[in-house]
């Protein structure tokens, strides 16, 4: 009797046992079909195409070949504020492009909103060019949010926009407190005197802006603030006082950059 009571324990410990291995294989599986669901996507290609048939637009099957690359260049391929926005939540986390063209592509505000927030949290990109895209006022409104805080942006193109004096304002106050860029295009747009007051003050109170192509309109309304007021003698001390303290390469730079202001 003592014998079957040991050999009913002995099977029914082997029976947990055995439940108990079941369990943890099933446990295994569910963290590995988990595990499978994540899917490593450093350059974006997987979220883009969902975002694309999310927004409902047509993938851009060369942004896809070349998300890889150090420079990608989108220019006219009319993504439209939809397109841009699958581009841009794509780039966020995308660690290998380092120069962007968006030239021409129908951003308008809404598309340059999105790109702007991109440029918020993605901190390898730092040339982009924005040009021929009728940003407007939002569209700088949002660039100049995103210039109070990035660190990486150098250069910024933001040629034939249709941006006003408003629009200067924003992009002067940002370039108050950005001490990154050194390249900033703002040629062929609707600037008026307002924005070569704005444009004026914000440059010559930067340390870091090596070059400003502002187009012959602003430098027009520019050079007409300065002769009217005593900015030339603070755009002068001010740059030889940033100048004194770096190589004479850049006070040469500096010197120029000043030819094209006035």
Same mark, same amino acid.
């Given at each position: 009797?003592? %014998?079957?009571?040991? !050999?009913?324990?002995?099977?029914?410990?082997?029976?947990? #046992?055995?439940?108990?291995?079941?369990?943890?294989?099933? *446990?295994?599986? !569910?963290?590995?079909?988990?595990?499978?669901?994540?899917?490593?996507?450093?350059?974006?290609?997987?979220?883009?195409?969902?975002?694309?048939?999310?927004?409902?637009?047509?993938?851009? /099957?060369?942004?896809?070949?070349?998300?890889?690359?150090?420079?990608?260049?989108?220019?006219?391929?009319?993504?439209?504020?939809?397109?841009?926005?699958?581009?841009?939540?794509?780039?966020?986390?995308? &660690?290998?492009?380092?120069?962007?063209?968006?030239? !021409?592509? *129908?951003?308008?505000?809404?598309?340059? %909103?999105?790109?702007?927030?991109?440029?918020?949290?993605?901190?390898?990109?730092?040339?982009?060019?924005?040009?021929?895209?009728?940003?407007?006022?939002?569209? %700088?409104?949002?660039?100049?949010?995103?210039?109070?805080?990035?660190?990486?942006?150098?250069?910024?193109?933001?040629?034939?926009?249709?941006?006003?004096?408003?629009?200067?304002?924003?992009?002067?106050?940002?370039?108050?407190?950005?001490?990154?860029?050194?390249?900033?295009?703002?040629?062929?747009? #609707?600037?008026?005197?307002?924005?070569?007051? /704005?444009?004026?003050? %914000?440059?010559?109170?930067?340390?870091?802006?090596?070059?400003?192509?502002?187009?012959?309109?602003?430098?027009?309304? &520019?050079?007409? *603030?300065?002769?009217?007021?005593?900015?030339?003698?603070?755009?002068?001390?001010?740059?030889?006082?940033?100048?004194?303290?770096?190589?004479?390469?850049?006070?040469? !730079?500096?010197?120029?950059?000043?030819?094209?202001?006035?």
């Amino acid at each position: 009797k003592e %014998a079957k009571e040991d !050999d009913l324990e002995e099977e029914e410990c082997e029976k947990e #046992a055995k439940e108990d291995v079941e369990s943890e294989e099933d *446990w295994d599986t !569910d963290l590995e079909t988990e595990d499978s669901r994540k899917v490593y996507d450093p350059t974006g290609k997987a979220k883009y195409l969902e975002i694309c048939q999310t927004c409902g637009v047509t993938p851009v /099957s060369y942004f896809i070949r070349h998300m890889n690359d150090s420079e990608l260049s989108l220019m006219h391929h009319g993504l439209g504020p939809k397109g841009a926005k699958a581009v841009a939540l794509s780039l966020a986390s995308n &660690i290998s492009v380092v120069k962007l063209n968006l030239s !021409d592509n *129908w951003l308008n505000g809404d598309g340059t %909103a999105v790109v702007a927030e991109m440029l918020r949290e993605n901190c390898y990109i730092s040339d982009v060019d924005l040009s021929e895209n009728r940003l407007g006022k939002k569209g %700088a409104k949002a660039l100049s949010a995103v210039l109070h805080e990035n660190t990486t942006l150098v250069t910024l193109k933001l040629s034939g926009n249709e941006l006003n004096d408003q629009a200067a304002k924003y992009l002067a106050d940002a370039l108050l407190t950005n001490n990154k860029l050194e390249s900033l295009d703002l040629s062929h747009n #609707a600037f008026g005197e307002s924005a070569g007051k /704005s444009v004026s003050l %914000a440059v010559a109170s930067i340390g870091s802006l090596l070059e400003s192509e502002v187009g012959t309109e602003l430098r027009k309304r &520019i050079s007409q *603030w300065i002769k009217s007021s005593v900015c030339y003698s603070m755009l002068m001390h001010l740059f030889s006082t940033v100048n004194c303290l770096r190589s004479s390469f850049l006070l040469q !730079d500096r010197t120029q950059c000043i030819c094209k202001l006035m």
